[in-house]
């Protein structure tokens, strides 16, 4: 899989909600080679400041050579990218990891909490490109309160899957978590669910599949130097007892194949 540093240029500026942001990007190399659930690391100053670069999830791409960047303004790395202007270039590294495997012949369920519903909406196009009945496939995104969803859910509604969402004050979908949707839907037997979002989220994700016997993908997130294999700042335990890079053996995983605390 090959990998590219491209000067990528930011054509367009969305301030979704208060310190949520999305950016597209210029960026052709990446974009054409880009797989749902991989990620790009992100050089977001000009200088040394900050020294690394920072991961994100391939929130979209386009056939036109763009990508977008969807994610939250938290730290000195995030807070430069949320004040940068269109025009302004950015030095982008990718695509990294192995993305979301698609099981083409299963209904899909995809689960997006919070800042996790950003490569959700990758993974939705190629899931509703597929040649086969898309009755039974399923999004259900969450997040704290309506401007963690809203601004979104009109990008999901393009691809014509059934939507659920769900907030923790109620104040967009219905008050509650992902995971209480998901417990609450008649899914078919072989569905394939999709996950990413926070680490307690994700457990419950792990908890619900294996009680039904469901095969569970979800894409993880560890704190990365490189991103590429060479730092082992991002190792997760694995079932067996050994560890895995977030970012070469992720950052998806099936959850079968990760140490949980339950
Ligand atoms: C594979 C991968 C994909 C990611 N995709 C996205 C995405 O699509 N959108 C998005 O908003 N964020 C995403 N993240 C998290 C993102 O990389 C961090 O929010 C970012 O690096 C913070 O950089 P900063 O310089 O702004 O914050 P810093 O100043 O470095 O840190 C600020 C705060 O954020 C915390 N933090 C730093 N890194 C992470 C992390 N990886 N997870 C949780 N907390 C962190 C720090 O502990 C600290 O409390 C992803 C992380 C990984 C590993
Ligand atoms: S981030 Fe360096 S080994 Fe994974």
Redesign the pocket.
Known sequence: MSQHQEKARIIRFEQLSGL?VRITLEAPLIAGSAEAGQ?VMIR?GSGQD?L?R??????QTSSGGQIQ?????????????AHAKVGEMLDVFGP??RGFSIADDKPACLVGGG?GI??MLFLAKIISSLGRDHSQDLIILGGRTREDVEPLVDDFKQFGLALHCATDDGTYGIKGYVTDILRSEQLAENTQIYGCGPDNMLEVLHQFSSSRHLSCQV??????AC?MGACLG?NVDSSDGDYLH??ID??VFDTGDLAWNS
């Not at 960047?69 to 790395?77: L, Q, S």
């Not at 894409?219 to 990365?224: A, I, Q, R």
């Open positions: 949520n990620f977001t900050p690394l920072r991961p994100f999830s391939l929130h960047i969807y994610f939250k303004n938290v730290g000195r790395g995030t807070d430069i990218m990294l990891g800042l950003a490569p894409s993880v997130e560890s704190v990365m991103g991002c977030v970012c992720g950052p």
